[in-house]
Structure formats: C-alpha cells, structure tokens
C-alpha cells in the first residue's frame, strides 16, 4: 500500500533555532516528492519539489533532501521565524496504473519567543 | 493573478440539506483538482479534470457527492444529501501541468459543517 508518515506530528521550537521535519514514504513506483507550507485557515502552498535524480533542494530557509534509496525525505527549517509556525506536508507522486499523489497528514510546527 | 478562488468560505448546513462549492482556477490552467482534509486523514484527492473532462473519480466518496466543470474557468462540488460525516476543508486546486509535473497551486478552502 502506498503511504506517506511524516514524523514528529508536533514540534514547538524557539524563533531562531533549527528544525528538521521527516517525511518516509512506501510509494512505487516514484516520480517526484514536495513539501508544502499550509498556514492555519489557508491552503496549502508549494515549498520544493524534486525529483528521483535531486538530493537537495532549497528555498531560502528551507532546504529539503531526499534518499530515494531508503525512501526518506526530510525539510530543514534554519533561523526559524514566527511565520514559520504551520503545517508541513510531504506528498508523493507516484506513476503507474494509478497515478497520484498521496499526502502525508503533515508536522504541525509552532515556534514561539 | 487573483489565485485559485473558492467559494464559500465557511458553510454551515443541518443535514440533508444540499451543499454547493464552487471554484475558480488559475487562468490558462488544464488541471482542476478537488481535495478534501480533515484532521484524522489529511488531504484526500476526490476528482480532478483536464480541460474540463473528469479524469479521476476514484476518490469521491459516494453517489451523494458530483462534480462538474462547465467551462475552462469555473468548476462545482456537490454534496447531495449532506451528512454530519462531510464536515471538512474542501480545497480546489488547480496546474499548469500533469498530475505528475504540474505544480499545484491551492485555493484557500470551504470549510464545511454539517449539522
């Protein structure tokens, strides 16, 4: 079964300090991963996608990695700001007789002061 | 570009009661998405279209819920008869591209309360 489990599910963190969120999937075959940002009350919104090929991605403070071998992903969050504070969901795409993405439930980040 | 458009914003109804959303994509967009989250089982795809031709229904949960796309610029998720079970944020979502390389851009969601 394809699943996507992203870990932890919260994470309170201090404004300045780094975060790393993870993201291990059992999806195949692969095609590309993304995270995405969603603030509370909005949707989500697009932070990185790579593909099999890419090991690293950034986006300003976030940097995202991934290991196709041992099908882990994870978001590097560094200087961590308040407007970090939101949900981080790792989706998958996968090909094949049904292609799709599947989507992580997602880590609640909070940072505080 | 105003961003993918959705409407209502927050819709409360008792059940049984028809419930209607509607979205507007992203201009020069083929791809519609119609996405459904809660809390237990995060975001869950329900239909998507391409050049308004539904593609993928697998994910609709039932024969209460349809979608139609009419036109390139406007697209409708029925939920008829409503149950308490529907309660969710329904996200319409739209792309330039495949569900494969398109990137997705979100509208920002019907939140949804069946009483």
């Known amino acids: 079964k394809n699943q996507v489990e992203q870990s932890p599910q919260s994470l309170i963190i201090l404004e300045g300090k780094n975060c790393t969120l993870q993201c291990n999937y059992t999806v195949s075959p692969f095609s590309n991963l993304r995270w995405y940002k969603q603030d509370t009350g909005r949707g989500p919104v697009s932070l990185t996608i790579m593909t099999f090929s890419e090991n690293t991605k950034s986006n300003g403070r976030y940097t995202a990695t991934l290991d196709a071998d041992t099908k882990q992903s994870s978001l590097h969050i560094t200087a961590s700001q308040l407007s970090d504070s939101a949900s981080y969901i790792c989706?998958?795409?996968?090909?094949?007789?049904?292609?799709?993405?599947?989507f992580g439930t997602g880590t609640r980040l909070q940072v505080t002061l | 570009d105003a961003g993918v458009i959705q409407s209502p914003r927050h819709e409360v109804t008792e059940m049984g009661q028809e419930v209607t959303l509607r979205c507007k994509p992203i201009s020069g967009h083929d791809y519609l998405f119609w996405y459904r989250q809660t809390m237990m089982r995060g975001l869950e795809l329900l239909i998507y279209?391409?050049?308004?031709?539904?593609?993928?229904d697998s994910g609709m949960p039932e024969d209460r819920f349809s979608a139609k796309m009419p036109n390139a610029s406007f697209s409708t998720l029925k939920i008829q008869p409503s149950e308490p079970r529907d309660s969710a944020v329904y996200f319409c979502?739209?792309?330039?591209?495949?569900?494969?390389?398109?990137?997705?851009?979100f509208g920002e969601g019907s939140r949804l309360t069946v009483l």
């Open positions: 979502a739209s792309s330039p591209g495949t569900p494969n390389t398109g990137e997705l851009f």
């Open positions: 279209f391409n050049n308004n031709v539904p593609i993928d």
């Open positions: 989706v998958v795409f996968h090909t094949g007789t049904a292609s799709k993405l599947t």
